[in-house]
């Protein structure tokens, strides 16, 4: 991969896992329910593949 791209892809990386945090953030611990637990995980997953392409691409 070149490297206008990669940078491309891990900027993306990093607002997605700032996203990540500012739902973290958001969500109140006495409050959550399993929906948000989930939609964490999906996050999470998301940011899994994004960055394992990240690293096969490389």
Request: net charge negative; proline share 3%; charged share 35%.
């Amino acid at each position: 991969m070149d490297k206008p791209q990669t940078n491309s892809t891990i900027e993306s990386l990093k607002s997605r896992l700032h996203q990540f945090l500012e739902t973290l953030d958001s969500i109140e611990p006495e409050t959550a329910d399993l929906q948000d637990i989930d939609h964490l995980i999906s996050m999470i997953d998301e940011l899994e593949e994004q960055m394992d392409k990240i690293k096969t691409d490389n």
